[in-house]
């Protein structure tokens, strides 16, 4: 199995991890965001609790 390059001291996505919109978003189960609230998107969903955005990862967004 390939590492999945997370950011260090986390369990986000770095840019060239191997984990990056390879999910299956068609199981049952899948949440519509990830643990910080942002939307997965349709198709290209990542990996893993958090998905990969904007270079690196974004910023804690919270649901209001």
Same mark, same amino acid.
């Given at each position: 199995?390939?590492?999945?390059?997370?950011?260090?001291?986390? =369990?986000? &996505?770095?840019?060239?991890?191997?984990?990056?919109?390879?999910?299956?978003?068609?199981?049952?189960?899948?949440?519509?965001?990830? =643990?910080?609230?942002?939307?997965?998107?349709? =198709?290209?969903?990542?990996?893993?609790?958090?998905?990969?955005?904007?270079?690196?990862?974004?910023? &804690?967004?919270?649901?209001?």
């Amino acid at each position: 199995s390939a590492d999945p390059l997370f950011v260090s001291g986390s =369990h986000k &996505l770095q840019s060239g991890s191997p984990c990056k919109d390879t999910a299956d978003d068609s199981a049952p189960s899948v949440p519509d965001r990830d =643990h910080d609230g942002i939307p997965r998107p349709i =198709h290209i969903t990542d990996m893993g609790a958090y998905e990969y955005a904007l270079g690196s990862f974004l910023p &804690l967004i919270k649901k209001p």
